[in-house]
């Protein structure tokens, strides 16, 4: 019996961090000029894969994009859900890097004090 996972586990944010696997809520941009990883829009990361989407291609190209630019082999990150829509969410098991667009807080980080300017 496996246990059913919560979809907003990322809260305010698009990311959020399970031990060591790393939660992303995508928003799907296929059929796009080039592959990309854009800026967050929301709760979600905007991706954009060249890929058409058909029977969940897009979906299995973006897995295949994403890999190296966290280090990890395609086999490491799963969908947990929309494999064939834009809205989805993957598990990326141990990246061993991130791209630059998680080096910078969430959008949404401003809505909280920032504790800082106390150190």
Same mark, same amino acid.
């Given at each position: ?12 944010s698009f990311f959020a ?10 928003l799907g941009k296929p ?11 929301? #709760? %979600? +990361?905007?991706?954009?894969?060249? !890929? ?5 291609? /897009? ?6 994009? @994403? ?20 809205? #989805? %969410? +993957?598990?990326?098991?141990?990246? !061993? ?5 998680? /080096? ?6 401003? @809505? ?8």
């Open positions: 019996m496996s246990q059913k996972r919560a979809r907003n586990l990322t809260g305010d961090w399970e031990g060591d696997v790393l939660v992303i809520n995508i059929s796009a000029s080039k592959d990309a990883i854009g800026k967050p829009y929301g #709760k %979600q +990361l905007k991706v954009s894969v060249a !890929a058409a989407p058909v029977a969940g291609r /897009a979906t299995d190209h973006m897995v295949r994009f @994403l890999a190296p630019l966290f280090g990890v082999t395609a086999a490491d990150i799963e969908v947990v859900f929309g494999r064939m829509n834009v809205n #989805k %969410q +993957l598990r990326i098991k141990a990246p !061993a890097k991130l791209p630059p667009v998680f /080096a910078k807080p969430p959008e949404q980080s401003s @809505l909280f004090p920032s504790h800082d300017a106390q150190d």
